[in-house]
């Protein structure tokens, strides 16, 4: 990697950047159905970026789920660029940004396969697992600290 940034996608270029690599990883990947991957928080949600140098290889968003938790949504890395880091730095952006927002709990629906590498940032399974888009996941929630 050149130089790995993650940026908040404050313009539509980003956005459309950030839209890339989820339908590469959620639709082309696994298969999940464009009407789903796609919805009406997209308009409102905070998304992220993360590029190495100009080339967009992550993406996530954050929106507010009830009052002082944020939910993360549609973490997805290139396959390509696993294991690298890329998740951590998206995930860790995020969350600088979610306690800027005032949150103090952030909770996200893991795949099942992915649930170690949230454990690994602190977050813990809350709950059974259940099926969303047609794959295994559960939830898991963080509390957030003042850094």
């Known amino acids: 990697m050149d130089e790995l940034e993650v940026q908040i996608a404050t313009s539509d270029q980003k956005r459309e950047d950030a839209f890339a690599v989820r339908h590469e990883v959620f639709v082309e990947g696994q298969g999940v159905d464009e009407a789903i991957e796609y919805d009406a928080y997209d308009e409102t949600a905070t998304h992220f970026v993360a590029y190495d140098s100009d080339d967009p290889i992550g993406a996530a968003r954050l929106r507010e789920y009830a009052d002082g938790v944020g939910k993360v949504e549609r973490v997805a890395v290139r396959e390509s660029r696993r294991r690298s880091g890329v998740g951590r730095a998206l995930m860790e952006r995020l969350e600088d940004y ?22 690994r940032l602190g977050y813990e399974r809350h709950g059974g697992e259940f099926e969303e ?3 295994p996941h559960v939830e898991m929630r963080k509390p957030l600290e003042r850094r």
Do not use: C
């Open 133 to 135: 888009a047609g794959i």
């Open 98 to 119: 979610a306690e800027t927002l005032g949150f103090v709990t952030l909770k996200l629906h893991s795949q099942t396969q992915a649930a170690d590498f949230y454990r």
